[in-house]
């Protein structure tokens, strides 16, 4: 049986001089690979499938370029600079016998040192998940990272998006799990009493909506 070798293709971005790191685990497969779709963006969650940097460039109008293009990297790398936003995906690698962007397919996972990162960030001081804690997700492996660390996380909010904060080298820093910019959380989001008071009183209302005002607070 052959096994896929997902590496990350893309190092940290912008993080010495950011207050706010966005972590993810890895972009699909066909990044790792260099084999993109027409509309993905050589970047990360450049995916065309993603939903990201469309909430992003809802919630900061941003006109933003959706292609595999170059203009379209540098817009989002300008947009993170100009917002003191860096980004630092929690995993280096995985193995996978499917070949798809799963988060609970990955096996025998490497991770970034996201505490050596944090050293050398000095501003930080909120963590954005793409995720929560379950199985393989960004909050799931920074767990695991703490427990090795033996760092603590405090609640400060059990309500959707959970809220966090923790000691590290003098500093409080937050964690914020956002649901998922991905279509396959979107069932999860369709099932949420809030999401489904607000289709009510909008039938236009969607998904992407919804993530536009939970991520909007703290981005």
Not at 90 to 106: H, L
Not at 169 to 197: D, E, F, H
Request: charged letters at 20%; a positive charge; glycine letters at 6%.
């Amino acid at each position: 049986m052959s096994v896929f070798k997902h590496t990350h293709p893309y190092p940290p971005f912008n993080i010495e001089n950011s207050t706010k790191l966005i972590v993810g685990t890895l972009p699909p497969p066909r990044f790792t690979e260099g084999t993109l779709k027409t509309g993905d963006v050589n970047f990360c969650y450049g995916s065309i499938d993603g939903q990201l940097w469309p909430i992003l460039n809802k919630i900061f109008n941003l006109n933003l370029t959706f292609e595999t293009t170059e203009q379209a990297i540098q817009e989002r790398k300008d947009f993170l600079i100009s917002r003191n936003i860096g980004v630092c995906d929690i995993v280096a690698s995985s193995e996978r016998i499917k070949i798809d962007a799963s988060d609970i397919g990955m096996t025998n996972v490497t991770l970034r040192d996201i505490f050596g990162y944090l050293s050398k960030s000095p501003k930080v001081e909120t963590l954005l998940f793409t995720g929560g804690n379950s199985k393989n997700g960004p909050e799931y492996f920074f767990r695991k990272a703490c427990k090795e660390k033996d760092v603590k996380l405090k609640v400060v909010s059990s309500e959707v998006p959970r809220v966090h904060q923790f000691q590290w080298q003098g500093r409080t820093i937050k964690t914020v799990s956002l649901t998922a910019p991905s279509g396959a959380a979107n069932r999860a989001v369709g099932s949420l009493a809030l999401y489904k008071q607000l289709k009510k009183e909008n039938p236009q209302f969607n998904t992407i909506d919804f993530r536009v005002l939970q991520y909007t607070p703290f981005f």
